[in-house]
């Protein structure tokens, strides 16, 4: 983890100083150009580390609190690749569709919507708190809704990022940004393991705002059975991811004109 993020910190480090230098020289539209890459990586980066949990702590939240039907949890790791397959071809023609008609979303709202689908398959698996059966496990049905918007957040936001990257940068540049890009993404799975460990720590001795939402959201349940403080412990991560991805998303439709504008001729 540790040469990952100074590498990242330099990398970074460097793109702001080319920003900078572009500016002073006039370059103006390069340097805005950069300046929306290093946006959609952060972005990015937000998104995987999210995503990945799907990979980690939710295969051991499918075991421990869902009632598995039909399934072992492992296998529920299918269920993303699944949609992919079956939702590809209509997503592709969607895109053409809306571009035919000129409705076509551009990157940062695309990004957003990505992020926001995320956020709201997330809360779908913090709101199955509401749905505890009489073993204290939650029904299969959820998985499959938190997972569907995951993979259309993926949708949204995977196909473009590489693609923007290199429309984005000035020609010498491609190979660095990309190289900022896959950076970005490796510091995802960084962040991704800090996630997934506190699924597994607990978040009962922070009160802070956002844990109080979550437990509302979760409609208060009692954890005085031990299954149910098991699903909430997971729950309450999964409802804070939900509530901070939603709360970016907004955040960067809100400033979609400004990344967009930076971005210029490129959409």
Known sequence: GMIINILLAVSIGYALYLIFDFYKNGQGEAGNKIGAILILAVLCAIFWACFEQAGSSLTVWVDKCVNLVGLNASQTNAINPAYIVLLAIPFSWLWTKLGAIKKNPNT???????????????LIFALTAHFIGENGKVPFLFVFLGYFLITTGELFLSPIGLSKVTELSPKRMIGFMMGVWFLSSTFAHYISGILAKLTTTGTESSENLLSKLSNWLMGNPDTSSEAVATLVQYNTIYAQIGIVTIIISLFVILISPFIKKLMHNIH
Request: positive net charge.
């Open 108 to 122: 940062p709202i695309k990004f957003a919507l990505g992020i926001l689908q995320l956020g709201l398959g997330f």
